[in-house]
């Protein structure tokens, strides 16, 4: 089996699934590589497949399938509560704005929210700062959420960019991604 010298190959019964592992998000490959062959010799190459985008900015907003995600606004929530942020941290808030333009109820969650560092380290929300959270919670069609998702991170980040993935959409689909300033 071949692959360009940028994938990674995984041998499946009688082919051959490559990815190329270069985006921004460790966990999900920005292209997908072309499944060939149904013997031993598979070959595959890198498709086309879907691309991969700049992050968007504060204020801007990122149509995905059925949805809409926007980057309102983001703060330092500063002492949230005793112990929070722990020593070499600092709590900060993302503002989304989701707007279901789907036909059918959308699961909104600020756990859907993940902020990669320049380190490319990955923080979940700490669903405690800035207040009003985005609210867990089944949206209408037609439908907006807006809140908070707070993250608890080191003061030492200089960098970083927020991923909002819905499960519902699916695998292949690619998220929202924003620069955040800091």
């Known amino acids: ?4 010298t940028s ?3 995984l041998p499946l019964i009688g082919f051959a699934l490559c990815c190329d592992f270069r985006d921004a998000a460790p966990e999900r490959p ?5 499944i060939a062959g149904s013997s031993g010799n598979a070959t595959a190459t890198v498709s086309s497949g879907p691309t991969v985008t700049q992050p968007a900015r504060r204020g801007e907003t990122v149509p995905l399938p059925g949805m809409t995600v ?3 606004s983001q703060r330092d929530c500063g002492s949230v509560e005793p112990g929070l942020p722990s020593v070499g941290h600092r709590v900060i808030a993302v503002e989304l704005e989701i707007t279901n333009r789907s ?3 959308l699961l909104v ?5 993940t902020l990669i560092d320049d380190q ?3 923080y979940t929300t700490s669903l405690a700062g800035c207040t009003p959270l985005l609210e867990p919670a089944p949206l209408l069609p037609s439908g ?3 809140g908070y998702v707070p993250f608890e991170i080191p003061t030492s980040t200089v960098a970083g960019m927020l991923v909002y993935e819905n499960p519902q959409l699916g695998v292949l689909q690619q998220p929202a991604r924003f620069t955040l300033d800091f």
């Open 109 to 113: 969650s600020p756990s859907h929210a």
């Open 144 to 146: 907006k959420s807006r």
């Open 7 to 9: 994938a990674r190959c």
């Open 103 to 105: 036909a059918t109820p």
């Open 1 to 4: 089996m071949t692959c360009s």
């Open 120 to 122: 490319r380290f990955r």
């Open 70 to 72: 926007r980057f309102i």
């Open 30 to 34: 920005s292209n997908l590589v072309a």
